[in-house]
């Protein structure tokens, strides 16, 4: 019993990682791999450790799982992000997107057992890039891809037998709903201008779907931009191919202030491509119709 719990202990050890007696003393310094220019508002960002030896070489947490990782180090984060998720080999960090006032995270990693082995920076959170919020309706039904209503995963070709597969008449009935894409939901977004404590003006863009779902934005007036997606979903197989769903539509509540720089707001409601036919017709088609674009309404409002 005694010898089976030792075994049980040592496998749990070692499943950790493990600084190898006389290594300790040969690593000189570490620090965080990661890519700067992913520090931007919303995203996740991976990162790894990377640890310095004596002989230059340089071992990845990421390619070390039994050797020197996130375990033999301490971690500490502050600012605008939080750990959305943590192994051994590798962190995920979640950037704020509300932290215009104090833009930057910092990052510190101490080795547990010699902390004069650290790293520590401060990282801006970049508010001028690119951001994107996405929306999508459902694409119509392919049989050939596995779904949770249970159909099999089988190949379209010419030699199917199409009563094996089309029992409901879903591939050859082009009116059949499950074969049209569905629609980009419906948007309301409200767009504001907000102070910052020293860095200026900031664009406030509040995003709420219809189904709910309620998100937040930052831009600095007058640099960066954000692209605001709600496509239709693409249509399904059939004899004509399915139809692609609508996209969402759109009103834009905008303040008067706020109205100059709405030219760094990108709205993309398309409708969504037009789904695949099961048997190419000979006159060159080989897809159903795109879906129609949703509408965009603006609006003044006073806040």
């Known amino acids: 019993m005694v010898k089976q719990f030792f075994i049980i202990l040592s496998l749990s050890f070692l499943s950790m990682s493990l600084i190898r007696p006389g290594q300790l003393r040969k690593i000189v310094s570490c620090s965080i791999e990661f890519g700067p220019s992913e520090i931007y ?22 390619e070390s799982n039994v050797t020197i990782n ?29 932290a215009y006032d104090d833009p930057f995270v910092n ?14 920076r401060k990282l801006p959170i970049l508010y001028d890039v690119r951001q994107k919020v996405v929306f999508r309706g459902s694409n119509g039904y392919d049989p050939r891809a596995n779904s949770a ?41 409200h767009i504001s201008i907000v102070p910052s404590k020293e860095r200026g ?9 219809e189904d709910g779902i309620l998100l937040e934005k930052y831009l600095k007036v007058g640099v960066g931009w954000i692209e605001i997606q709600t496509q239709g979903g693409k249509g399904g197989i059939s004899k004509y191919g ?3 769903g609508k996209g969402g539509d759109v009103t834009v509540f905008i303040t008067k202030e706020a109205r100059p720089h709405f030219d760094q707001i990108f709205i993309e409601n ?11 017709r000979i006159d060159g088609q080989q897809q159903g119709p795109f879906g129609d674009n949703g509408e965009v309404t603006i609006l003044d409002w006073e806040k």
């Open 41 to 62: 508002p919303g995203n996740v960002v991976e990162m790894t450790i990377n640890t310095k030896m004596k002989d230059s070489s340089v071992i990845n947490s990421n």
């Open 70 to 98: 996130f375990a033999d180090y301490i971690f500490e984060l502050e600012g605008g992000a939080v750990v959305h998720e943590k192994t051994r080999t590798k962190m995920l960090i979640k950037i704020a997107d509300d």
């Open 107 to 120: 990052l510190t990693i101490r080795l547990r057992r010699k902390k004069s082995i650290q790293w520590q």
């Open 149 to 189: 209503n249970g159909y099999k995963k089988i190949p379209i070709s010419k030699r199917i037998n199409l009563e094996f597969i089309d029992n409901t008449q879903t591939l050859t009935n082009n009116s059949d709903p499950a074969i049209v894409g569905g629609d980009g939901p419906d948007l309301d977004v």
């Open 201 to 209: 003006k900031f664009l406030k863009v509040e995003i709420r779907s």
């Open 242 to 244: 399915g139809k692609g």
């Open 270 to 280: 398309f409708g969504g491509e037009g789904g695949e036919l099961w048997r190419p």
